[in-house]
């Protein structure tokens, strides 16, 4: 089955930019989708197809996708981004779809 | 406004059944795609089931395959999730979640969740 790894942790001090990684096995012929998960609340979509956003998602959010690795790009990081985040890709394989382990953000 | 709701969850001893059921309202509840997805204590998210518009074709998690049936209402705008033997594994947040537009594999909205516990 597909496997998507994400470093467990990331973090970064305010105004600075964020970097969160997706691995997987030719990742960059796949889509991947982006999600934020606050404390006790549901997950929400900030990128979908690699790199749009939903509307209401700031242009600070942005993502990119190629070979074996998936990046969701934070700019001017802000406390309130402070979050777990998912990357998530359908496996056609198998008609499955993928969650990475998450990557919980810290602002420092 | 767009909007999910999930209810049914509860205690259950293992082996146990219930049934998870999802309201949508503020969309063309039949036009869409719909998962499941469920969130262990402290855990990821894990994806469940899908199943698509017209509930002729649906898929499963290994781990719940043959045990979960995913069905759908569309008259009643709502989804279902039917759980039997039930394992102390999966004790879980369930969130029901909208597939994007044309069938698309994102999820754009997501229920606030209901929590099942199984434990005797």
């Known amino acids: 089955s597909y496997v998507l790894t994400q470093p467990p942790s990331v973090s970064v001090a305010p105004g600075k930019t964020a970097r969160i990684t997706c691995g997987g096995n030719n990742i960059g012929s796949k889509s991947v989708h982006w999600y934020q998960q606050k404390p006790g609340q549901a997950p929400v979509l900030v990128i979908y197809y690699d790199s749009d956003r939903p509307s209401g998602i700031p242009e600070r959010f942005s993502g990119s996708n190629s070979g074996n690795t998936a990046t969701l790009t934070i700019s001017r990081v802000e406390a309130g981004d402070e979050a777990d985040y998912y990357c998530q890709v359908w496996d056609s394989s198998s008609d499955r779809v993928v969650f990475g382990g998450g990557t919980k953000l810290t602002v420092l | 406004e767009v909007q999910l709701v999930e209810s049914g969850g509860g205690l259950v001893q293992p082996g146990g059944s219930l049934r998870l059921s999802c309201a949508a309202s503020g969309f063309t509840f039949s036009s869409y795609w719909m998962h499941w997805v469920r969130q262990a204590p402290g855990k990821g998210l894990v994806w469940v089931s899908r199943i698509n518009s017209d509930g002729s074709s649906t898929s499963y998690a290994d781990s719940v395959k043959g045990r979960f049936t995913i069905s759908r209402d569309n008259a009643k705008n709502t989804l279902y999730l039917q759980m039997n033997s039930l394992r102390a594994e999966d004790t879980a947040v369930y969130y029901c979640?909208?597939?994007?537009?044309?069938?698309?594999?994102?999820?754009?909205?997501w229920g606030k969740g209901t929590t099942v516990t199984v434990s005797s």
């Open positions: 979640a909208r597939a994007g537009y044309d069938a698309a594999f994102y999820m754009d909205v």
